[in-house]
T-cell receptor, first 115, second 114 residues
């Protein structure tokens, strides 16, 4: 079984400052990793994903994440945030063996941008 | 809506009532999912389906039922609504191909049981 831990439930950041949202996972098998964003009163939207290859992946809206296998982490970063980045961010994991269809989500991090 | 339509958007039920949350996708994807989202809890998988006629339980299936008679539709049924089922419900779809593992979510149904 897999599990995902997002240690920070809320992160306030000043506009144009950098941000890092932390995600750690636990799994006995290789995994694929995802970050989803949920804007207020909307569904979830894929921000970026790691399947294989380069451990630094770039997503939409200037976000990037780095996969660190030894630390079992997949932290999300943005060098300069904007008011429009205010949203809830979810880290998710799925086993990489094809045939397992389920995503396991973390509990989410609410990012609040302070003008 | 990422090719996933959910109806209704909002609903208030009384305890013991029943209802069906509708989910339709227009991408001909095999995999579909139902999640519930509660504050501070992330998303919990209720049921999922890997194709028409095939469904399986997720993490929190009690109090719910599903069916998948067509590829397009995946309705979620609440038979005897309880206050604990107050939540936001999301339906999602996913392709059955090796290179694609991401799920695409509908806009959600906000359900209140009083």
């Amino acid at each position: 079984a897999q599990s995902v831990t997002q240690l920070d439930s809320q992160v306030p950041v000043f506009e144009e400052a950098p941000v890092e949202l932390r995600c750690n996972y636990s799994s006995s098998v290789s995994v694929y990793l995802f970050w989803y964003v949920q804007y207020p009163n909307q569904g979830l939207q894929l921000l970026l994903k790691y399947l294989s290859g380069s451990t630094l992946v770039k997503g939409i809206n200037g976000f990037e994440a780095e996969f660190n296998k030894s630390q079992t982490s997949f932290h999300l970063r943005k060098p300069s945030v904007h008011i429009s980045d205010t949203a809830e961010y979810f880290c998710a994991v799925t086993p990489s063996n094809f045939g397992n269809e389920k995503l396991t989500f973390g509990t989410g991090t609410r990012l609040t941008i302070i003008p | 809506n990422a090719g996933v339509t959910q109806t209704p958007k909002f609903r208030i039920l009384k305890i013991g009532q029943s209802m069906t949350l509708q989910c339709t996708q227009d991408m001909n994807h095999n995999y579909m999912y139902w999640y519930r989202q509660d504050p501070g809890m992330g998303l919990k998988l209720i049921y999922y389906s890997v194709g028409a006629g095939i469904t399986d339980k997720g993490e929190v299936p009690n109090g719910y039922n599903v069916s998948r008679s067509t590829t397009e539709d995946f309705p979620l049924r609440l038979e005897l609504a309880a206050p604990s089922q107050t939540s936001v419900y999301f339906c999602a779809r996913r392709q059955k191909v090796r290179v694609s593992h991401e799920q695409y979510f509908g806009p959600g149904t906000r359900l209140t049981v009083t």
